[in-house]
């Protein structure tokens, strides 16, 4: 191994008892899809990632993606036995065989953090509004363009509407305005939602705070809330890599603010492989 996949690994392999490795689903696990239900992962990350889970202080995946769709495609058939519960129910307990492999489903909003299921209550209360600037959106928008409700807002996206950018940005500043909504934009798209504070920098906080080093890689503008979030957890005497994912896409912002810079999710997956193989060496007994 060589270049900055080398260095990724050699630096998680260092202490892995203490090193929380966390990242985005999109873009970074998974090729950027024309329509976001059609991503998935790389093949073997999922097996890849409960392995490290084992073997790692913290591994976890960080997403606008809602749990549901994260359990689907990241969480072997079978692992889980989820309690199943709504807002303001109690959290469900779960029979998982997947180790300490934490998912954060939109930005924190909902997960699973140590064998157990978790949702903010506070998304209740924005419900109603996101059903209605979902509506709204879809009547402001150009018929190509996505309009993709989430928990807290909605999206656009308009990745397979060439042309329809312009357009689709006035729709989502007219709901923002309407429904008091923040805009926040992404590749090919723009996100409108609840609860600022909800991010993927207050999810990697959550997830790092019992580790003395901590790993993020990110390949889109929202993953900046979680390098932030590591500088700051820096000045505190915690240790952090920060890894922009990605090519031509890629934002330059994400890339100036990184450590590392790795190519794509192929890189990724090439990446976990390797550490895979490089602790699982070290625990084998010696012959």
């Not at 997947?98 to 299921?117: P, T």
């Not at 890189?267 to 070290?282: F, G, N, S, Y």
Request: charge should be neutral; hydrophobic fraction near 40%; include cysteine.
């Amino acid at each position: 191994m060589q270049g900055a996949l080398g260095q990724l690994v050699d630096w998680l392999a260092l202490d892995p008892a203490t090193t929380a490795l966390l990242m985005d689903f999109d873009g970074t696990l998974s090729e950027i899809a024309g329509s976001p239900e059609l991503a998935r992962p790389m093949p073997g990350v999922s097996r890849m990632l409960k392995t490290l889970a084992s073997l790692l202080g913290v591994v976890g995946v960080v997403s606008g993606r809602p749990l549901s769709f994260l359990e689907r495609h990241l969480l072997p058939s079978g692992d889980l036995n989820p309690e199943q519960g709504g807002y303001g129910s109690s959290p469900g307990r779960l029979v998982s065989s997947s180790g300490r492999l934490a998912l954060m489903g939109y930005y924190g909003l909902e997960g699973i953090v140590d064998g157990r299921r978790f949702r903010d209550q506070r998304g209740a209360e924005w419900e109603g509004v996101a059903q209605a600037a979902f509506e709204a959106a879809v009547s402001a928008a150009p018929e190509a363009v996505l309009v993709e409700r989430k928990p807290l807002g909605v999206a656009l996206h308009w990745r397979q509407a060439p042309g329809s950018e312009d357009s689709a940005l006035a729709a989502a500043d007219e709901v923002s305005r309407r429904y008091g909504l923040p805009a926040s934009r992404g590749k090919m798209s723009v996100e409108l939602r609840a609860l600022p504070d909800v991010n993927k920098g207050s999810a990697a906080s959550r997830l790092a705070r019992e580790c003395k080093r901590v790993c993020y890689l990110g390949d889109d503008l929202a993953d900046l809330e979680a390098f932030a979030t590591l500088d700051i957890m820096g000045r505190s005497g915690l240790t952090s890599l920060k890894v922009a994912v990605g090519g031509v896409e890629l934002p330059n912002e994400v890339l100036a603010r990184a450590d590392l810079h790795l190519e794509g999710p192929a890189a990724v997956r090439d990446a976990l492989q390797h550490l895979t193989a490089k602790l699982d060496r070290r625990r084998r007994p010696a012959p």
